[in-house]
């Protein structure tokens, strides 16, 4: 489900005097929902028929955005929305009123939690940045969570290409050097001592680096924890750059995609490590402009970080 990542991005998050009528308010959460549905449709199709995709539940379970949540629209800091059902907003955290008939998300109004999350998004992510991408990794991380493992935790819907044999050669015959905690923390036992670094929850802040396609799929989760002062049109964009890692993620995984759809990238050759280097570099590069968006709001939502 490759994505295109040119869209609106709607007013900048710290922009001062936009006004949006009824109709174009409206207009924008209608395009939203459209454009979202695109995932959450057949994930709630899937959902309704009892059916496990091994790829695509994880954008609705790894992350906790419920699907009706990802379809909601907001118009991020400083865009004051008017007309007919502008009051709605009142109900969401931050909203205040302008005057006549207009509301707000003020930064100012945000609650507590909102703020010291804010302040840790706009720390870890400010870190991120001042890092230079490693692009080594060649997606092992995927490969370590069943190395030795007598079953594979998608091994209900899929079997491993390679066979178990052949996937724990694969790890034996090549350096792992995952940074990200959220991946390093399910390798099997027998895998974890092989990881050059032994990411902590404490450390996220001091390892996260913007080539870890991990931290590039987290930063829809830090998109949506800053909802509502997230324009919607963002958090969007960050879950189809989301989606697009995750195709790539599974593809250069030790499983047998291929009865879904999904041609692999095999990281076990010159040529697949290569293709897998050149999508990493393109997601890089596309993580790099929301990264600075969400760092913005941050900032917005937690002065003097």
């Not at 309704?48 to 909601?72: C, I, K, M």
């Not at 010291?116 to 720390?123: G, K, N, S, Y």
Request: glycine share 8%; aromatic share 8%.
């Amino acid at each position: 489900m490759t994505t295109d990542a040119r869209t609106d991005p709607g007013p900048a998050p710290t922009g001062g005097s936009t006004v949006l009528d009824s109709a174009a308010w409206r207009a924008r959460a209608t395009a939203h929902r459209q454009r979202v549905s695109a995932w959450t449709g057949p994930h709630r199709e899937r959902r309704r028929r009892g059916e496990a995709h091994p790829v695509w539940d994880f954008l609705f379970t790894y992350y906790s955005h419920r699907p009706a949540l990802l379809e909601r629209w907001d118009a991020g800091p400083g865009t004051v929305l008017t007309g007919a059902g502008a009051e709605a907003f009142l109900d969401r955290p931050g909203y205040r009123r302008t005057g006549g008939d207009g509301v707000v998300f003020d930064p100012a109004a945000a609650p507590d939690r909102l703020r010291t999350t804010a302040a840790f998004v706009h720390r870890l992510l400010t870190a991120t940045r001042s890092r230079a991408p490693q692009l080594g990794c060649f997606g092992l991380h995927e490969w370590a969570m069943v190395y030795r493992a007598e079953q594979p935790r998608h091994g209900a819907t899929t079997g491993l290409r390679l066979g178990s044999r052949g996937t724990d050669e694969v790890v034996e015959s090549m350096r792992i050097s995952c940074s990200h905690f959220d991946a390093y923390r399910f390798f099997t036992d027998a895998a974890a001592p092989r990881n050059a670094l032994t990411p902590t929850r404490e450390s996220q802040v001091e390892l996260e680096q913007p080539g870890c396609l991990h931290a590039t799929m987290d930063l829809y989760k830090w998109a949506y924890k800053l909802a509502p002062a997230v324009p919607s049109e963002l958090v969007a964009d960050c879950f189809a750059l989301a989606a697009d890692v995750r195709e790539v993620d599974m593809r250069a995984s030790p499983y047998d995609l291929t009865g879904h759809g999904f041609t692999p990238i095999p990281i076990e050759t010159p040529q697949g490590r290569a293709e897998y280097v050149r999508a990493q570099t393109g997601f890089t590069a596309r993580a790099e402009p929301l990264r600075e968006r969400l760092i913005g709001i941050a900032a917005t939502l937690a002065p003097g970080v």
